[in-house]
C-alpha cells in the first residue's frame, strides 16, 4: 500500500510564501515522478510542477518564477516552496507521484488527498 501526505497549507496575504509538503510512504520500489496539482472550485485540476528523476524540472507557465520544486530522495518527500502568491493560486493543491510498488514492474500514479492555500487580498 501506498500513501501521499500533504502539509503546509494555509492562508497567506497576496505576495508572501508558503512551503508545501508531500510524503509518498509504504513499500515502494522506486519513484519517477512527483509532482503537485491544483484545484480550485468550479475549475478542473490543473499541473503545477512535476520533478523528474530528482532533478528534472516542469513547471505550469503561471507559476514559473515564483513556485520551486525540490525532493528529498532518503524521506520519498516533494516539497513545493511557494513566493510571491496571489490571489488566483487559490486552490486545493494535490501530491502526485508516478511510482514502482516492490516486486512490480509496471508504474503507476497515485494522488494525495490534497491541501488547501488560501491567498487573500
Known amino acids: 500500500q501506498v500513501q501521499l501526505v500533504e502539509s503546509g497549507g494555509g492562508l497567506v496575504q497576496a505576495g508572501g510564501s508558503l512551503r508545501l509538503s508531500c510524503a509518498a510512504s509504504?513499500?515502494?520500489?522506486?519513484?519517477?515522478?512527483m509532482g503537485w496539482y491544483r484545484q480550485a472550485p468550479g475549475n478542473q485540476r490543473e499541473f503545477v510542477a512535476t520533478?523528474?528523476?530528482?532533478?528534472?524540472?516542469d513547471y505550469a507557465d503561471s507559476v514559473k518564477g515564483r513556485f520551486t520544486i525540490s525532493t528529498d530522495g532518503a524521506k520519498n518527500t516533494v516539497y513545493l516552496q511557494m513566493n510571491s502568491l496571489k490571489p488566483e493560486d487559490t486552490a486545493v493543491y494535490y501530491c502526485?507521484?508516478?511510482?514502482?510498488?516492490?516486486?512490480?514492474?509496471?508504474?503507476?500514479?497515485?494522488w494525495g488527498q490534497g491541501t488547501q492555500v488560501t491567498v487573500s487580498s
Open positions: 520533478i523528474t528523476g530528482g532533478s528534472s524540472t
Open positions: 502526485y507521484a508516478r511510482l514502482r510498488r516492490e516486486y512490480t514492474v509496471r508504474y503507476s500514479d497515485y
Open positions: 509504504g513499500s515502494i520500489s522506486s519513484i519517477n515522478v
